[in-house]
T-cell receptor, first 112, second 111 residues
Framework: NAGVTQTPKFQVLKTGQSMTLQCAQDMNHNSMYWYRQDPGMGLRLIYY???????DKGEVPNGYNVSRLNKREFSLRLESAAPSQTSVYFCASSEGTATRAFFGQGTRLTVV | GENVEQHPSTLSVQEGDSAVIKCTYSDSASNYFPWYKQELGKRPQLIIDIRSNVGEKKDQRIAVTLNKTAKHFSLHITETQPEDSAVYFCAASKGNNRLAFGKGNQVVVIP
């Protein structure tokens, strides 16, 4: 059972470069999320998609865009990477309203 | 929006003792409260959750208690083992799908 799969696992970018983080889930979940995790800051929500066809901003959306490609896939794009975006990024999915969320393995991104 | 706080930030316990982590939340409409365990370099994993219509839930050595009046919920780990050493995150949400996480508690079990 794959669950939530993220790619890539590690990435180094130069300031100003762009990239897309991919996330796919095979649990037929309606809702998907992108979080970033920084030391001492917990998990902060960047964007989420409550259902296919909808996306909404979370706590820290600036500098990011998302696409809910279909029910399975939710991508996160950095158009012009900045050192402040160095972080570990987690994708998660859940069946629906206020239900159990399952996380991907994370992407460690370094922007130099 | 919802604000979730965890105390203490770091907790050290002797192996075999109990550990208790408390979370407070701000939105009285929150109705779902999960706890996640994150080992170093790994993803957060759900270990137990509780809904607002239940006061306590147990699963082997772990339990969660909820006090809606005081707006806090706690994770209890009994007979701690070295593999319980990790960062534990609490979260709270209501009907809009947005889980708000606390900043995490580091639990260290001393053999």
């Amino acid at each position: 059972n794959a669950g939530v799969t993220q790619t890539p696992k590690f990435q180094v970018l130069k300031t100003g470069q762009s990239m897309t983080l991919q996330c796919a889930q095979d649990m037929n979940h309606n809702s998907m999320y992108w979080y970033r995790q920084d030391p001492g800051m917990g998990l902060r929500l960047i964007y989420y998609s409550a259902s296919e066809g909808t996306t909404d901003k979370g706590e820290v959306p600036n500098g990011y865009n998302v696409s809910r490609l279909n029910k399975r896939e939710f991508s996160l794009r950095l158009e012009s990477a900045a050192p402040s975006q160095t972080s570990v990024y987690f994708c998660a999915s859940s069946e629906g309203t206020a239900t159990r969320a399952f996380f991907g393995q994370g992407t460690r991104l370094t922007v130099v | 929006g919802e604000n979730v706080e965890q105390h203490p930030s770091t907790l050290s316990v002797q192996e075999g003792d109990s550990a208790v982590i408390k979370c407070t939340y701000s939105d009285s409409a929150s109705n779902y409260f999960p706890w996640y365990k994150q080992e170093l370099g790994k993803r957060p994993q759900l270990i137990i959750d509780i809904r607002s219509n239940v006061g306590e839930k147990k699963d082997q050595r772990i339990a969660v208690t909820l006090n809606k009046t005081a707006k806090h919920f706690s994770l209890h780990i009994t007979e701690t083992q070295p593999e319980d050493s990790a960062v534990y995150f609490c979260a709270a949400s209501k009907g809009n799908n947005r889980l708000a996480f606390g900043k995490g508690n580091q639990v260290v079990v001393i053999p």
